[in-house]
């Protein structure tokens, strides 16, 4: 449990909830470097390729989520997530345009599927992370996702850096961090929604805080696993 003391009344719930972006994997030794324009080709290649397990994974975490959910409306919203990740046909979806930013990095879709990259660091970080929504109340779950609070600032600090550092990348390739920039906030304000609607208690807004810190660890713990794989 964390010892983090939260002021009473929602304002000082959300405060809490926001302070977690301190420990944030923004602030990762290797999204430092990514973002300073440090890394290698193949540091790059091998964070798209490892990464490529978390996106795979985030549908079947919501999918979780929903399969606990008890409440109409909030499956209703909750379910484009997996949409905007799976796509409606073939050749769409968050998945897909990973792929094809790994085919930009000069990986082939073959190998990034086949996990032949995976580092197990990568693949523990991730599967704890859908066993957390899979065994957790769903609320506490729901409140796990709230890292995408402070997504979006590093998404448009990677498409900066993308583009001036790594230019050997085509720019159309990072349409899925394009996408990301108006889903996760979307995503969150309704994440948030129902975390204060449900979270009334001084207790079950300290389960909340916990769930956003264990996901801060979940991302913290991948990319640890990606730098100590590709070292400089
Ligand atoms: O590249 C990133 O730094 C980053 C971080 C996060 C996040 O903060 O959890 C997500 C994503 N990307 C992302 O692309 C994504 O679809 C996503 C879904 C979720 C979630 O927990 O439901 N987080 C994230």
New binding site residues.
């Given amino acids: 449990m964390t010892t983090t003391t939260i002021r009473t009344g929602a304002d000082g719930f959300v405060e809490t909830l926001r302070a977690q972006s301190r420990r ?3 602030q990762h030794p290797f ?1 430092v470097r990514m973002n300073a324009g440090r890394l290698s080709r193949r540091q790059i290649r091998g964070w798209v390729a490892n ?1 490529f397990y ?2 795979e994974n ?1 549908p079947r ?2 999918a979780a989520i929903l399969s606990n959910c008890p409440d109409l409306e909030v499956r209703r919203r909750w379910i484009r ?1 997996i949409l ?2 799976d796509g409606t046909a073939t050749g769409e979806g ?1 998945i897909e345009a990973w792929l094809r930013l790994g085919e930009a990095a000069g990986l082939t879709r073959e190998e990034i599927r086949d996990h032949r990259h995976l580092v197990p660091g990568v693949r523990f970080a991730v599967d704890s ?1 859908v066993n957390f929504a899979r065994t957790r109340p769903w609320v506490e779950a729901v409140a ?2 709230l ?2 609070l ?2 979006p600032d ?2 448009a600090a ?1 498409l900066a850096a993308f583009e001036r550092w790594y230019p050997w990348i085509a720019p159309e390739a990072l349409a ?2 394009r996408a ?1 920039l108006e ?2 906030p979307r ?1 969150c304000e309704h994440a948030l929604e129902v975390v204060t609607a449900h979270c009334l208690s001084a207790e079950s807004q300290a389960r909340a805080v916990d769930a956003l810190s264990f ?1 801060c660890d979940v ?1 913290w713990g991948l990319m640890d696993a990606i730098d100590q794989a590709y070292p400089e």
Avoid: V, W
């Fill in positions: 944030y994997h923004d999204h990464r978390y996106q985030i975490k919501d997530r905007d990740h968050g992370y796990s996702s890292t995408e402070f997504a590093l998404m990677r899925y961090f990301r889903q996760a995503d996901k991302l």
